[in-house]
């Protein structure tokens, strides 16, 4: 398996630092030939609409969408959970995503850079690991350290969106199928179990 | 059950420089109004700095050059949705408090405006807003550091159109942490001595083989190659001032400027992006200058 990280803008160094404390290699992807080449992908953080807009000039919308939907695991964060989401609420005029991932999402939901905030969430893992060890299927939760950056809010989600963790009660951490996707940013803290969970898809 | 809000923090190092992180591979633009504000946008800025005046003005006007109008940062702010940032005077903490109560992003404690402080900086644990600074060297980075900046961009010189002081100090920034790395434990007490720097932060640096917050390159990028040379030295972003909007056809220089900090180790692409973009801004050479923004800072 070789996994991607999608290198257009925003904090993908972080993703790669984390998943290479997981003992695993991660190329950089900007290109359709670097697409092409991974098996699974993270959407890392950073600015959702300079992303969209670098996604469809480097021609790399429609191949994303594709293999997305065809099955191939991704994690999408902060910025990356809006470009995978079916509708983006208050976006850049003209702003775009791929649809992927039956949530709905405003950006920006919680303010400005001074309201935000880390804090402590309980995860729910029952659903994932399918192929791990017994101990880790079996429902359990776990807590972890949760930092939201400028985040966006998932405001509605579809049928077949499963949500693993909530803060104030509203969904910050969702699966549907093989995409799962966060509004805060596990790549800025030392723990690693939303990065173990995705390699575990 | 989620936990209840009370046990959040804000305005922690980890939120401040987890937000400086976002900024990577992204381009800043110096933008005066909100119309400028919405062309940096749709070019793909990743934030904008709003300024009443850019470096070249500033440079040209001469006077004395303030934080801007909270009017016009609000203009801005409610103008796009991508993150705002502003500067202050070096060392003047009331303007770095009504830009905290205007709910600006970033704060850029700038040596582009005119110092209000000779010896001190602002004291930047004390906000809960993020700082950038401007450093020529790691000494002068890491005294920022030690005083709070969450992100810490080259000087170059700001408003010229000339990238040399910017890949100066860079490669004085980079080329220091390498050699600091090769340091024995007895060296380190005498790079913190020669830095002017704390020796905790210098271990740390040693260690790690890297700033404890993000590098970016400002000063002097005035076209796509620019950008793409910063990137390739080691910055991790990229800040556009006068380079922009001093530039014959703004729109597409900012756009080119965008996709070569992306693409900046495709040659390909950066020779694709550089055709036809009009005349940059016309520059200034190191020898014609007057006044050499840079030294402001201490």
């Known amino acids: 398996m070789t996994t991607g990280v999608l290198a257009l803008q925003g904090a993908f160094v972080l993703h790669i630092q984390a998943l290479a404390r997981l003992g695993e290699e991660v190329v950089e992807v900007r290109t359709l030939e670097e697409l092409a080449a991974v098996d699974r992908l993270i959407i890392p953080g950073g600015e959702s609409s300079v992303m969209a807009m670098m996604a469809e000039r480097s021609g790399l919308m429609g191949q994303l969408r594709e293999r997305i939907s065809s099955g191939m695991p991704t994690l999408g964060t902060c910025a990356g959970a809006i470009l995978l989401a079916t509708e983006v609420l208050d976006g850049r005029a003209g702003q775009t995503s791929l649809g992927v991932l039956d949530i709905s999402v405003r950006r920006n939901a919680f303010g400005r850079q001074v309201d935000s905030f880390s804090t402590q969430l309980e995860l729910s893992v029952e659903s994932l690991a399918p192929g791990s060890d017994p101990k880790a299927r079996a429902p359990h939760s776990e807590s972890i350290t949760a930092v939201f950056i400028r985040a966006p809010a998932i405001v509605s989600t579809g049928d077949t969106v499963d949500v693993l963790a909530r803060f104030e009660d509203e969904p910050v951490f969702v699966r549907q199928g093989s995409v799962i996707a966060t509004t805060f940013h596990p790549e800025l803290s030392d723990d690693d179990t939303v990065h173990q969970l995705f390699l575990d898809l | ?298």
């Open chain 2, 1 to 298: 059950m989620a936990p209840a809000s009370n046990e959040s923090s804000t305005g922690t190092q980890l939120v401040k420089r987890g937000f400086a992180d976002m900024f990577r591979g992204g381009v800043i633009m110096d933008v005066v109004t909100p119309e400028q504000a919405r062309i940096a946008e749709e070019a793909g800025a990743c934030a904008v700095m709003a300024l009443e005046r850019v470096p070249a003005d500033i440079r040209a006007d001469g006077g004395v050059s303030r934080m801007s109008d909270p009017e016009m940062i609000q203009g801005i702010q409610e103008a796009v949705t991508i993150p705002v940032m502003a500067k202050a005077r070096i060392g003047h903490f009331v303007e770095a408090q009504i830009l905290q109560a205007l709910k600006v992003d970033f704060i850029d404690e700038s040596e582009v405006l005119t110092p209000a402080d000779e010896t001190h900086h602002i004291d930047k644990w004390k906000f809960s807003i993020p700082f950038v600074c401007g450093a020529t060297n790691l000494g002068e980075a890491i005294r920022r550091i030690s005083e709070g900046a969450c992100l810490i961009r080259s000087k170059g010189e700001a408003g010229t159109g000339n990238i040399v002081e910017a890949v100066r100090h860079l490669r004085s920034i980079t080329g220091d942490i390498r050699k600091l790395t090769q340091a024995d434990s007895a060296e380190l007490f005498d790079w913190a001595k020669k830095l002017q720097a704390p020796l905790p932060l210098v271990a740390e640096i040693a260690e790690t083989g890297e700033l404890p917050v993000p590098l970016f390159c400002a000063g002097g990028i005035a076209t796509p190659a620019d950008a793409a040379l910063a990137m390739q030295l080691g910055a991790q972003a990229v800040f556009v001032g006068s380079g922009i909007f001093k530039s014959a056809d703004p729109a597409p220089r900012a756009k080119a400027i965008v996709e070569a900090t992306t693409h900046y180790m495709d040659a390909d692409i950066l020779a694709k992006v550089s055709r036809g973009l009009g005349a940059p801004m016309t520059g200034i050479g190191m020898d014609d200058l007057d006044l050499k923004l840079a030294d402001r800072g201490w």
